[in-house]
């Protein structure tokens, strides 16, 4: 069974891969529920408008 740590790895692996295609601001439909809420509750994207979300560096 996947730790946590490997559940947020996992997520940011797919930011990542959005960041790396130059994509800036992450509509919901790049990636699934899961993975946004996860990377939203650790503080790695931030909701600037209803269903876009941008990705930050975690304080």
Do not use: C
């Not at 946590?4 to 930011?15: G, T, W, Y």
């Not at 601001?25 to 993975?35: C, E, G, Q, S």
């Amino acid at each position: 069974m996947p730790t946590p740590q490997d559940k947020l790895a996992e997520s940011l692996a797919v930011l990542k891969k959005l960041q790396d295609e130059s994509i800036v601001a992450i509509h919901t439909k790049n990636m699934t529920r899961t993975h946004w809420e996860r990377l939203v509750k650790s503080g790695f994207v931030k909701e600037v408008m209803k269903g876009w979300y941008m990705g930050l560096t975690p304080h």
